[in-house]
């Protein structure tokens, strides 16, 4: 017996489906249809664009019947269906229509391909049918893979050396050679970038909103997004203008620009939800189309969920690391001007942007210490019991902020820099002067 997991290969939408239904006199209907896709071992979920003979059939007498097409091995399949619900937001939608806008970029017709609901259907019965199958080599199990990169998260490495290695993993367990790991700022709802690789520039602190692009839909709706094609409506081109932070001509740049591709044909985004809610994202694309299918979902899913454990539990094997060289010495060096923005916490090292939001909020905070006191070492308990820096109580990603803190210092090459110094300890270390202005 066929069942529906084992043809989800036929649901990518890379052949058409043909749909067929009937009115209420048993006229029948054919037409092409954009999109099936898989709910559930028992459900999927069909396209609704227009309002047509196909819709009004469907409305009228509850069933269906579609024939999909497996791409790599030509097999070929009947689905009976019977009519549940239409969807017009939510989750489920949200994927489809992620994968909706591919299809319309790929066929050059976004404007006409536009989903209005999703129909879902329970799944009656499976029938194969006669054609010619090709043979079909199958890469390497997905699971397996995914296995031994979750297998890199059981070390106890700090935060920021472990998404590099992990990264650094899917290209060599999963063939993934561009991808990012960004964490949610809940007060701002936005994501930033903490890790990258692959890519010529790290990216590091670049930012997206809840709901913009394949990231900020999958952390916004908690699902993964995917989608194979370049797709025009999913791009991240006013997303790095607007969303980065890439202001008007006249006013100061605030953002970092987006590290991915130009031009990717490919691209995933998995929610991490440790404890059921969306704390960060795991993002990756290719210049491949259809590089990702479903058992690259499931696979890269599971570690997601590793990866999202991994950072709730943040453990640290709490031996002291060697202590690194001293920067400049204050005598030594130029006097560092630095200005802070209270209304988001945005902060400039000279003219240079540093940072934003929490992050923004909390080096502003070590910076005024340094500056009236002297002070160098800091500890993370102490961070998260300043109120002022509105930290959630449940999950407050400080190692996440921490790290994107001392990885955007590091980058810059200024003066002022952020070591580790044993577990939950740091020392914030200061070649110069520091003048400090907040406006």
């Known amino acids: ?21 009937s009115d209420g006199e048993g006229m029948p209907n054919v037409s092409e249809i954009s999109q099936v896709h898989y709910v559930d071992p028992g459900h999927v979920a069909l396209s609704y664009q227009f309002f047509n003979k196909t819709r009004r059939n469907v409305l ?11 791409p790599d091995s030509n097999a070929q399949y009947r689905l009976e269906l019977d009519f549940e619900e239409t969807q017009t937001g939510g989750p489920l939608f949200e994927a489809m229509r992620a994968k909706l806008a591919g299809i319309a970029s790929h066929t050059h017709m976004e404007l006409v391909f536009r989903l209005l609901g999703s129909d879902v259907y329970e799944v009656r019965a499976i029938e194969p049918l006669p ?22 998260l059981t070390t106890p490495e700090e935060v920021g050396p472990l998404l590099d290695r992990f990264l650094a993993a899917l290209e060599r367990q999963m063939g993934i050679g561009h991808s990012m790991v960004l964490m949610l700022d809940p007060e701002t709802g936005r994501l930033f970038t903490v890790a990258s690789h692959g890519y010529p520039s790290t990216g590091i602190g670049f930012d ?41 001509p006249a ?25 059921g809610e969306t704390v960060g994202v795991l993002f990756a694309e290719s210049p491949q189309r ?44 130029a006097p560092l001007r630095l200005r802070h923005y ?10 240079a942007y540093l940072i934003k939001g929490v992050a923004g909020a909390i080096f502003w905070k070590l910076a005024t210490e340094h500056a009236e006191t002297g002070r160098t070492e800091f500890c993370n308990r102490e ?15 400080l190692e996440s902020r921490l790290l994107l803190l001392q990885r955007r210092l590091a980058e810059r090459g200024g003066g002022i820099q952020i070591h580790r110094s044993g577990r939950g300890r740091f020392r914030f270390d200061v070649a110069g002067d520091l003048t400090l202005e907040e406006l």
Do not use: K
Not at 6 to 16: A, D, F, K, W
Not at 60 to 70: E, G, L, N, P, Q
Not at 140 to 151: E, F, G, I, K, M
Not at 383 to 397: G, I, M, S
């Open 251 to 275: 006013g100061p740049v605030t953002g970092i620009p987006y590290p991915g591709l130009e031009a990717p044909l490919s691209q995933i985004a998995l929610p991490l939800r440790p404890l």
């Open 342 to 351: 209270r209304f988001d916490d945005t902060v400039f090292i000279d003219d």
């Open 290 to 333: 259809n590089r990702f299918g479903y058992d690259d979902e499931d696979a890269l899913q599971l570690v997601a969920q590793s990866l999202g454990m991994r950072l709730l539990l943040g453990r640290q094997d709490g031996r002291e690391p060697a202590m690194p060289q001293s920067i400049e010495t204050a005598s030594s060096a």
């Open 383 to 397: 961070l998260r019991l300043d109120a002022t820096l509105r930290l959630p109580a449940h999950f407050d990603n």
């Open 131 to 152: 054609s010619r199958r090709l043979e079909v080599l199958r890469p390497c199990n997905p699971l397996s893979a995914a296995r031994r990169v979750a297998a890199e």
């Open 60 to 70: 009228a007498t509850r069933v269906a019947s579609v024939i999909v097409v497996d």
């Open 208 to 248: 997206v909103g809840l709901g913009q692009g394949v990231i900020g839909v999958a952390a916004a709706e908690g699902v993964p997004i995917r989608i194979g094609h370049l797709a025009a409506d999913y791009s991240y081109g006013e997303a790095v203008r607007s969303a980065a932070g890439i202001d008007s």
């Open 1 to 21: 017996m066929t069942t529906l997991d084992q043809i989800r290969n036929c649901l990518e939408g890379v052949v058409p489906a043909f749909l067929a239904t």
